[in-house]
């Protein structure tokens, strides 16, 4: 039987940045919490969407022609095939919500890159 999620109490369970912890599955996708704090990497996802919701802190997509500032509250979808760069001061806390098969930096590897999303 489905069960209420809390945001806060899931993201109380973390202090890991660039870590996103699955929350929730439906219809092929993964819902998932992240804290951020500076630069992820320029990378793509060749076939995936990407929402970002921004529920604390402040958030800059880069993109090769332009960027998007996200501030708590702000939502926006990565189209598929996008390079970009997510940018996040201190603190900021987003909700993605991705196809399963999504790769956390797409096909680029760095030291940041997690390849076994944890549930929590």
């Known amino acids: 039987m489905p069960h209420t999620i809390t945001l806060a109490d899931k993201l109380a369970l973390f202090d890991e940045t660039w870590?996103?912890?699955?929350?929730a599955e439906l219809n092929g996708q993964q819902v998932k919490l992240a804290k951020l704090d500076g630069q992820l990497a320029w990378h793509t996802?060749?076939?995936e969407d990407e929402l970002f919701l921004v529920l604390e802190g402040s958030l800059t997509i880069e993109m090769r022609n332009?960027?998007?500032h996200l501030e708590k509250g702000d939502l926006y979808i990565v189209p598929?095939?996008?390079e970009h760069n997510p940018i996040a001061l201190p603190g900021t806390?987003?909700?993605l919500f991705e196809p399963i098969n999504t790769k956390h930096t797409g096909e680029k590897i760095i030291e940041r890159t997690?390849?076994?999303q944890a549930w929590i």
């Open 19 to 23: 870590t996103p912890k699955i929350i």
């Open 45 to 47: 996802h060749e076939h």
């Open 66 to 68: 332009h960027s998007v």
């Open 80 to 82: 598929k095939g996008t």
């Open 93 to 95: 806390a987003v909700l």
């Open 114 to 116: 997690v390849t076994d």
